[in-house]
């Protein structure tokens, strides 16, 4: 996993400590926090940003390349909650409402990554594995590499799908609530993915 320093000072959000402390005397909870950042109380978004960071740079640095992606999405993530949070409606959890619009940024960073790819030449893509194979690869220990290198071939509805369930391990359920996809659907394109995953694999050995 990406281990980074985000530059979260960059977000245009105050301190958590002033304002939000002068809120009650007791703990706020997410939904308090959330209508004293609507009233104009940057901090109170700022404790928002670090009550959830943990979870949300979890969910990024499955999907980003290096620290510098990383910080970038991460960033992204709660520019976009900061936009969007007049339409947080408090009929489920901030962390459940966070949560989908994490995958939704982390979908939408695939799919501008999938069209870079597919803008470069074919010699700008990794030789190596190709010329070794699969069984020297993991002869070499390379496996999780392998994978990698599999994975960046995918789709991002594949990849996206295939790192929150074998990666995140999380239930086809959540999947489905963080997605908006029916559960059936999420496991539709789970098979999918996992076929095209092993083809991708079984391919590069015979390259």
Request: charged share 30%.
């Amino acid at each position: 996993m990406i281990t980074a320093s985000l530059a979260w000072h960059a977000l245009p959000f105050g301190s958590a400590a002033g304002s939000t402390a002068a809120m009650s005397e007791a703990v706020p909870g997410d939904s308090e926090l959330v209508r004293a950042s609507l009233a104009g109380d940057d901090g109170a978004f700022a404790e928002l940003i670090r009550r959830h960071k943990g979870r949300v740079f979890g969910t990024c640095s499955r999907f980003a390349r290096d620290a510098h992606q990383l910080d970038d999405l991460c960033q992204e993530v709660f520019l976009r909650a900061w936009r969007k949070l007049g339409g947080f409606r408090g009929d489920a959890p901030f962390e459940h409402w966070l949560a989908r619009l994490t995958i939704t940024s982390c979908y939408d960073f695939l799919r501008r990554e999938r069209r870079h790819r597919d803008q470069l030449s074919l010699d700008e893509f990794p030789t190596e594995l190709r010329d070794s194979g699969v069984d020297a690869a993991i002869a070499a220990g390379r496996a999780r590499e392998l994978i990698d290198w599999g994975m960046r071939r995918l789709s991002a509805e594949e990849r996206l799908v295939l790192t929150l369930l074998e990666i995140e391990e999380r239930t086809v359920r959540e999947i489905a609530a963080d997605t908006g996809w029916s559960e059936s659907n999420v496991k539709v394109r789970a098979f999918r993915a996992r076929a095209r995953l092993k083809e991708i694999l079984e391919r590069s050995n015979e390259l």
